[in-house]
T-cell receptor, first 116, second 115 residues
């Protein structure tokens, strides 16, 4: 069975702190894809990143960076110098290569609160 | 603007009163899907449609129906809503047939309260 675990339910930081959101996944597929989505207080889901299982290179996009480690089945998300606008719920998701119906398996989400 | 739209955005209804939540995308996407979001559970897939000819159940289809009569629309129908269907609903779409790894783009969500 496929599963995504985001053990951190809530995180609170002060602006300008760095923060890492953990994501651990389980799958038996050798080919799979990992995603991060952001859900701001307004409620919509915003796509952040997609990563396939053959590409373990870390990625950086501005203040955001992602660390993919197959050895520990983790795909962690770091926000550097956090800002109040980063306050949101963040979801990690998995799609196995043989996923029926193109289903995304979501974690429970991590609610990040950045205080001024 | 390329987008997935949902209507209504907020809905309060009573048990047993049939309702439809519409979903439309203007990106010519083949694949569309419905998810529900509940606290502590993340998002779970209700139904999906690989194209206008193929529709199938996801993980939590009980109490829901869908139809895909045309490519751009994928309405979610609750024939007899119950309080346990109170949730936040998302429609999503992707370009091809929902193959693994495709990025799915989500609508703004519909908050449903069933009394």
């Amino acid at each position: 069975a496929q599963k995504v675990t985001q053990a951190q339910t809530e995180i609170s930081v002060v602006e300008k702190e760095d923060v890492t959101l953990d994501c651990v996944y389980e799958t038996r597929d050798t080919t799979y894809y990992l995603f991060w989505y952001k859900q701001p207080p307004s409620g919509e889901l915003v796509f952040l990143i997609r990563r396939n299982s053959f590409d373990e290179q870390n990625e950086i996009s501005g203040r955001y960076s992602w660390n993919f480690q197959k050895s520990t089945s983790s795909f962690n998300f770091t926000i550097t110098a956090s800002q109040v606008v980063d306050s949101a719920v963040y979801f990690c998701a998995l799609s196995g290569y043989y996923n029926q119906g193109g289903k995304l398996i979501f974690g429970q989400g991590t609610e990040l609160s950045v205080k001024p | 603007e390329a987008q997935v739209t949902q209507n209504p955005r907020y809905l309060i209804t009573v048990t047993g009163k049939k309702l439809t939540v519409t979903c439309s995308q203007n990106m010519n996407h083949e694949y569309m899907s419905w998810y529900r979001q509940d606290p502590g559970l993340g998002l779970r897939q209700i139904y999906y449609s690989m194209n206008v000819e193929v529709t199938d159940k996801g993980d939590v289809p009980e109490g829901y129906k869908v139809s895909r009569k045309e490519k751009r629309n994928f309405p979610l129908i609750l024939e007899s809503p119950s309080p346990n269907q109170t949730s936040l609903y998302f429609c999503a779409s992707s370009l091809f047939g929902g193959g693994a790894g495709e990025t799915q783009y989500f609508g703004p969500g519909t908050r449903l309260l069933v009394l």
